[in-house]
């Protein structure tokens, strides 16, 4: 399966495209094709469109099942640890020095949480609290509150 989008292309580029594969949308094709049929077209693709862009998504043998080609896009295909990923570029522009964001660059961790009735709860409040789920006590043993309901 073969998928490629184009965006501000020629006409002649969308016609050519459409002998192999199919229009579903405005620029966007797709199709069943050999391999070598699929790189012809992508290098047709990136000849003709000029100041556009193309993507093409495709079946392959990897374990994300699909791998991807860009052209003329401010967004680069990564290699992450063996998995393809899209890297856009920070405001500026520059893919290069995009760095991963500092740890703690959150304000979450700094909500009032003195407040009663909090959602999360310390592990010293549960040790005798037997109802609490997140932990839960071991299976085979009654918790005194319904111990107390029976008797």
Do not use: K
Request: charged content about 25%.
């Amino acid at each position: 399966m073969v998928v490629l989008v184009l965006s501000a292309c020629p006409v002649g580029l969308r016609g050519q495209l459409t002998r192999w594969l199919l229009e579903i949308s405005a620029g966007v094709f797709v199709g069943r094709v050999s391999t070598r049929v699929r790189d012809l077209l992508w290098q047709r693709a990136v000849e003709m469109v000029g100041q556009g862009r193309a993507i093409m998504v495709y079946s392959a043998a990897n374990e994300q099942r699909l791998e991807f080609r860009v052209h003329g896009h401010h967004w680069e295909p990564v290699d992450f640890d063996g998995i393809s990923l899209m890297m856009r570029p920070n405001e500026g522009g520059d893919v290069e020095s995009r760095t991963m964001p500092q740890t703690g660059w959150s304000s979450a961790s700094s909500a009032n949480t003195s407040t009663a009735g909090s959602l999360w709860r310390d592990e010293s409040e549960c040790e005798n609290d037997h109802s609490c789920w997140l932990h839960p006590e071991p299976r085979g043993r009654s918790s005194p509150r319904l111990r107390d309901q029976a008797g």
